[in-house]
């Protein structure tokens, strides 16, 4: 798979000769020690984020609704939205009903997912108006573009 001249889900050897399906790819999974200094130069501040072989999970698709990524002093950067995928044939509704199958391998799937309907970052006011939403790290605005 190839987006935007870069190969978002590269191979890389684990130490027993397996495959480890997930890379950096800066859209969906980002070194753990880059991402909070990232957020920084972006103007928000990192509330909570999942980490999986030394990669900050930034897909909203690996998280629940009502997860908050980020925030600053007007705004929050929440999951929302409704999920469905496709894997080895069987329907999901939601990553963790993968994750309750593989535990962590379930990760390692993501290359091989046929995405139908994905969740989206959503950027609300604290008093919960819609502001501006975002599907992956390439999309996300300067706080200061949204005035938040």
């Known amino acids: 798979m190839k987006v935007a001249g870069r190969t978002p889900c590269a191979l890389l050897l684990r130490p027993n000769g397996g495959v480890n399906m997930i890379s950096e790819d800066n859209f969906n999974f980002i070194t753990t020690s880059y ?66 199958e593989l535990g962590d391998k379930a990760y390692d799937t993501f290359p091989d997912w046929d995405i139908k309907v994905e969740k989206e970052w959503l950027i609300k006011g604290l008093n919960g108006e819609w502001i501006y939403s975002f599907s992956n790290l390439v999309q996300m605005p300067y706080r200061t573009q949204v005035k938040c």
């Not at 999920?83 to 309750?100: A, H, I, R, T």
Request: with cysteine; aromatic share 20%; net charge negative.
């Open 35 to 100: 991402f909070p200094k990232m957020m920084e130069i972006f103007g928000w501040s990192v509330k909570d984020y999942n980490t999986y072989n030394n990669l900050a999970i930034v897909r909203a698709d690996f998280y629940p609704i009502g997860h908050i990524l980020g925030f600053s002093k007007k705004a929050v950067i929440v999951c929302d939205g409704n999920m469905l995928f496709v894997y080895n044939g069987k329907e999901y509704e939601d990553f963790s009903q993968l994750y309750e």
